[in-house]
């Protein structure tokens, strides 16, 4: 067996996984510029209305990965996702929480639901992530979260710095960043476990990586279309009369 060929340990693996943060969004120009307190209202209204599009779509993508699973007990762990978006008994759900971010930021309900300020880019990049859930096997699907285990330091970056960078932002309407601090840590976890038990060849934990970086490609891509429209200033169709 050439070197090239042997599986790497559990440790290496989980080690070339957590590499990937680099090409995490946090290293957007976008999410740099957020950061640093440098977008104005409406490119932080804009971030808010289209990622949205991202949130309402979890569920249904978490969904699809347990229509896929035959095994009981992952879908009763992975079923909390569904709940943690969608809401339960008095609990809203993330997707309430997040209406009430876009609130926070001078949008409207029917702003934010009507899905009206939803890029085409972003709308492809998001449908593309829930047809791979809906298509791939739910291993390969719950392999493709992974990008959560990047996602505690980017709601804590908001955290702290929202509150000054951009004191116009109501601050209840961070409870979504507060509540997914926690959250995202728990679904890693899970995560985690089901690739690094079910990717054991070296061909399968390449696979692994190549379904992780194309669902990071996701998230940089949705911010390539946000960039290009709210600090480009060249939303689409921007060049004809």
Known sequence: MSQDTIPWSREEFEARLRAKEKYYHIHHPYHVLMASGELNREQIQGWVANRFYYQITIPRKDSAIMANCPDRETRRKWMQRVMDHDGYGDDPGGIEAWIQLGIACGLSREDITSLRHV???????VDA???????ATWQEAACSSLTELFAPTIHKQRLAGWPDLYPWIAADGLAYFRKRV??????VEHGIEITLDHFKTREQQERALEILQFKLDILWSMLDAMYLAYVDKKPPYFNIA
Do not use: E, I, K
Not at 119 to 125: C, K, T
Not at 182 to 187: G, I, K, P, W
């Open 182 to 187: 926690t959250q995202a840590s728990r679904d």
């Open 129 to 135: 992530y829930l047809n791979f859930a809906r298509t």
């Open 119 to 125: 890029l085409p880019g972003v709308r492809f990049a």
